[in-house]
């Protein structure tokens, strides 16, 4: 089955309002334009230099999601041009995003990434932590060419379906908590904090019978990395 067949296939098989970020990272410019030729717009990817060369190179109604950890110091090489950065696991990085889309005249859309698997090795706020971060700043004065959009997450890696609906599930009453308490409190409403990226190839039917309404799926779509 070529890319643009199993596009059809995944879009077909999502729900209403449940959107798709293809995550193209590691696969060829070829493999992306495919996607984008089937209908895509959306696209994730995790490094720098290669979501810079996509950039340059593939249609520019493309929206780029960078969804892998960001390093503060590769910030500035895509802020020019990301449409949303969904992996923010700090307020370090945070405050550097700031920086860097002031620097650029624009705003850039973000997503709080909120750590709920098991494994250590996996990003993301501690959501108690997050929880006083938001309850402790002013967003609006802090980062005000920032926009806070919603959350992702990853669940474990793990074949058992229960412990990955219990993670996902536990996600969503974070997010609500989230939406009623500091956000609340800070007028940011839940048609502004909107976004719940959270399901991959592996899961992202479990995430979207648990509340996800964004969906990032890369091998479904472009099979196995190349490189």
Not at 74 to 86: G, T
Not at 188 to 198: L, M
């Amino acid at each position: 089955m070529q890319v643009a067949e199993r596009i059809k296939e995944v879009r077909s098989e999502l729900p209403e309002g449940v959107t798709l970020c293809a995550v193209s990272k590691y696969h060829p410019i070829e493999a992306v334009k495919e996607a984008y030729d089937a209908g895509q717009r959306i696209f994730g990817e995790s490094r720098e230099q290669e979501v810079r060369l996509k950039w340059e190179t593939l249609p520019q109604d493309i929206e780029w999601h960078f969804i892998g950890h960001l390093q503060t110091n590769k910030v500035k090489y895509i802020a020019p041009f990301i449409s949303l950065i969904q992996s923010v696991d700090s307020e370090r990085l945070l405050d550097e995003i700031q920086k860097q889309a002031a620097k650029n005249s624009r705003i850039i859309d973000v997503l709080l990434e909120v750590h709920i698997a098991q494994e250590e090795s996996k990003s993301g706020f501690n959501p108690d932590e997050l929880t006083q971060l938001l309850a402790s700043v002013n967003i609006g004065q802090r980062w005000p060419n920032v926009n806070l959009k919603g959350i992702m997450a990853m669940a474990t890696f793990t074949d058992d379906e229960t412990q990955i609906r219990s993670e996902f599930r536990r996600l969503m009453s974070y997010y609500r908590q989230l939406l009623e308490g500091p956000l609340a409190q800070q007028g940011i409403t839940a048609e502004q904090f909107a976004i719940r990226s959270f399901g991959m190839s592996e899961d992202y039917k479990i995430a979207i019978d648990e509340g996800s309404n964004m969906v990032r799926i890369g091998s479904h779509i472009f099979g196995e990395r190349e490189y």
